[in-house]
């Protein structure tokens, strides 16, 4: 500020003296006053040069781009009488530094290799900028063509220029290619520590931590902070996170000092263990330290005792370090949405005064994950209207499965369409999330109008259309399309055979099944696993063969458990076959036992025994059930009306218009069967 005042007295000295300031003192004067924020009086000042050189012209050009007033900073570069390298540099830099202004960059770029002035010649800085611009577009043609420019101009051999070389291969997806730069210089990048670090850098970034490795530990006198850190953030990404506990021991013990970068690895790496003991230990070095102000490092912290359930000392170092932090917000809403807690989730949700896409995503998640879709499809709604950035595709995954859950194809119908109007790359996940979606809503039509529009289709994609097929009676389709998928080369897993012989038990194919149960094994090495044994016992059972049910349990290689007897019991009820539910209701306690909560168990046996008649069994059943207070899970039904899903559970009188529905569903018995039977509804 003293500086700027200084400045202010001798422009003021000059004016009242009629003294013309020189060139350089003018040059001088503009850059003080845009450092100040002063951009309409060093405008001001350049408009009154009597005489300009290019340093006036780059002057007044940095000022604008500083300011990111690319208008009016290219309106003065396309005036300058006199461009140099320096001019070019700081335009494209400019562009190139800020988003939505990449091809304005390249385009400045190209231009430059033509401008005939003489002055302006590309350099290493105009090389390194272009090379970190086309590692953020990931455009490898672009880097190879500039790699070229290089190699044929001599500028591929400094430090930075092969560090960015390094750093654009790996980032563009061509590892081999960094690599390759390396090799081409004989290894002499190898004792350079800005090429080291961003090889190390690129490895650590492809999951190449071997190759890391024998980087790092060669001149391990030239490692420096960077290089310690990077490493340890590698093992963090590649799941190695006690290697990277260890490497921070011996990083303390070699004399480097940790930072933020090196404490945010560590946290996160006792996030992923969830290591309360030394998430704890952690905290009090930080605090020791004074360095839990870090909004990073605090929500590191955070987030540890999230993952770890102790949502107390979570709520304390919030409370003192982490509001008004986004990231510590964030924390704080998947560990109460993990706890089941989303009354207290929502809170700091709706307290929250900025609201990113993380926090949405966030909340929508923790609504999803329990399952309580209605919540979720209203905040969903809500972004949609609100805020300007696309949802990742990973929680619309998650909204697709939550439609699929309560068949709400209308809603599913909406985030597909979302989807669609966005422009959100549909990966495989998307693909079958969708498909699995209108599936499950009973729309089967458009679940294989989006399959056949599918060209790279994987084995996700193909269980997933040939289960749909399966649950809606389509036997042959689903029969046609796993001829289809192994016809493709496509490898079946244990899910494709659950989906086959669902298929064929809802349409009584034995042979069908019995076929694909023995291939499993015995064409594609996959050993059948309960759910399979299930879906045979249930075939079986379907088709009144109880005989050949009892025989093939006998087989099995393991004692059933509970999910095959209930599926025996099915089929017993089926056949009113009391004698052999008896059996299977003896192997069933021995598994369960009489003490269990299991009221589904209870009023299945109670059924088997009602279809056969023996009411005396049925009551013995009923009796054990009211002894143990034990009750089978109501029947639940979802109605869309609008907008809202009403739900009604069997019995149940808790709707807001409980007495107006009984009312109406009274009358309308008593136009069915007369007024004595309206008795029944009360």
Known sequence: MRVLKEGLKFQSHAIKSGFHPTIVTTNQLIDL?????????????????????????????????????????????????????????????????????????????????????????????????????IAKLRVLRYGMQVHCFMVKSGSDLSAFALSSLIDMYSKCGSFSDALRVIKECNGEGFVDLVVKNALIAACCREGQMETAEQIFFTNPEFNDNVTWNTMISGYVQKGWEKKA????????????????????????????????????????????????????????????YCKCGTMSYAEGVFKTFGTGNIFAVTSMIVGYSAKGDMKQARRLFDSSGEKNFVIWTAIISGYVRLQNCEDAFILFREYAEKETVVLDAVILVSLLCACAVKANVDFGKQIHAYILRTGIPMDEKAISATIDMYSKCGSIVYSQRIFRTVSVKDTVIYNVMIAGFAHHGYEQEAIFLFEEMIAKGLKPDAVTFIALLSACRHSGLIKVGENYFSSMSENYGITPETDHYACMVDLYGRSN?????????????????????????????????????RTAEKKLMEIEGYNGNHGSRYFQLASVYASGGEWGEMGRVMRIMRGKEVKKVAGCSWLQIGNGVHIFTSGGRSHTEAEAIYSILGCLINELYGEDTCDMLD
Not at 264 to 280: E, P, Q, W, Y
Not at 547 to 553: D, G, N, R
Not at 559 to 573: G, K, M, Y
Request: charged share 20%; net charge negative; aromatic share 12%.
């Open 545 to 581: 063969q109880l005989e050949k049910a009892v025989s093939f349990m006998e087989k099995m290689p393991f004692e059933p458990d509970s999910i095959i007897i209930s599926t025996f019991l099915n089929a017993c009820r089926a056949n009113r076959n009391v004698e052999l539910a």
């Open 33 to 133: 006053y845009s450092k100040h924020g002063f951009i309409e009086d060093a405008q001001k000042l350049f408009d009154e040069m009597p005489d300009r050189n290019v340093f006036s012209w780059n002057t007044i050009l940095n000022t604008y781009i500083k300011s990111r007033n690319f208008s009016r900073a290219r309106i003065i570069f396309n005036s300058s009488p006199c461009k140099d390298s320096v001019t070019y540099n700081s335009m494209i830099a400019g562009y190139a530094r800020s988003d939505g202004y990449e091809n304005e960059a390249i385009e400045l770029f190209n231009q430059m290799q033509f401008d005939n002035n003489g002055i302006a010649r590309i350099d290493e800085f105009t090389l390194t900028t272009m090379l970190n611009l």
């Open 245 to 304: 506990i260890e490497l921070f021991k011996c990083m303390g013990q070699d004399g480097f000092q940790w930072n933020e970068h090196t404490l945010a690895s560590l946290l996160t790496a006792c996030t992923s263990l969830k290591d309360l003991k030394l998430g704890k230990e952690v905290h009090a070095w930080v605090l020791k330290q004074g360095m839990c102000s870090n909004s990073f490092i605090s929500s590191g912290v955070i987030d540890i």
